[in-house]
């Protein structure tokens, strides 16, 4: 029996969940509706290797079971590299995935962003919105419309922190940031300790992007990191930081709309947990 989800923030996993016993994303798709879940996110990270005709069928079944399709690209991604090869497998790589993502359905590709390597912050920007104003052009000559996510990362060596990553969505079209909160504790960009922090942290990015609040995608685990940033992902409840109760309270009281991927190594247990406690904190208001 499907379990009621609440509106407001949909809850899935990264990838097929679990408990699924098929291997495919359509077998994802289902088994997140079985459970409940609203949500799934397409895991390309190690390559887009779905084919046209299997994306469309993806996404005929998520709209007709109301699961809301999003997309990873591929890990080896870099918008800041100095090497053609390297930057044309990064431009292939994400486009691939948006049309994927398009074709099934889906409104964001994430994306980590790149490297600085021996470059410094501003040369690294600088690269990376030029070549992702040039890649979304791309995209509409081809009629696709995915948004690409800028996802905040957890080492301190990445280009992506939360500023660029904002930066980025003011200054090219169809780029928006995606929050992932274990990384920007990690990394140092911001504490998440508390629902105070929470808040802080929402607001700032709402004032920077003003409407975000209404199609907010983000991801969420719990941390193990060390002084260059971030080292594994934890199960939530594990005692690693950070907490997910105080987030969950946050977006119940300010009435965000949007999507929370979990990345836990329990992938839809965790996203369960984190949409019964969200589902208690908007009960109660």
């Known amino acids: 029996m499907t ?10 996993p990264a990838g097929i969940p679990i408990q699924c016993d098929g291997a495919s994303t359509a077998d994802g798709i289902r088994c997140c509706k079985e459970l409940g879940l609203g949500a ?8 887009v290797r779905m084919k046209d005709e299997a994306a469309e069928e993806a996404g005929r079944i998520a ?22 090869a390297k930057m044309a497998n990064s431009r292939k ?27 410094s912050p501003a040369e690294a920007y600088s690269i990376a919105k030029k070549e992702l104003a040039a890649l979304v052009e791309k995209l509409r000559q081809h009629g696709i419309r995915t948004v690409l996510g800028a996802e905040t990362v957890g080492k301190k060596s990445a280009f992506g922190s939360l500023g660029e990553n904002i930066r980025l969505a003011q200054e090219v079209e169809q780029v928006e940031p995606v929050l992932d909160f274990a990384h920007l504790l990690a990394r140092g960009d911001f504490p998440c ?4 922090d929470y808040r802080r942290l929402l607001g700032m990015v709402e004032n920077e992007l003003p409407g975000w609040h209404r199609h907010i995608h ?20 594990s005692g690693g930081p950070p907490p997910f109760g105080p987030l969950m309270e946050v977006l119940a009281e300010n009435g965000y709309s949007g999507t929370v991927i979990c990345e836990s190594p329990r992938l839809d247990m965790d996203a369960l947990l984190m949409q019964k406690e969200y589902a208690k904190r908007a009960e109660g208001r």
């Open 3 to 12: 379990k009621p989800r609440p509106h407001g923030i949909r809850f899935g």
């Open 40 to 47: 799934m996110e397409i895991e390309f990270v190690r390559g």
């Open 63 to 84: 709209r007709e079971l109301d699961v809301s399709i999003s997309s990873h690209a591929p890990y080896y991604v870099n918008f800041c590299s100095k090497e053609e």
């Open 93 to 119: 790589h994400l486009f691939q995935s948006a049309k994927a993502t398009h074709l099934a359905g889906g409104r964001v590709t994430v994306f980590h962003p790149g490297f600085y390597q021996k470059l």
């Open 193 to 196: 300790r508390d629902a105070d």
């Open 218 to 237: 983000c991801h969420f685990s719990g941390i193990n990191y060390g002084e260059k940033g971030e080292l594994n992902h934890l199960p939530l409840g």
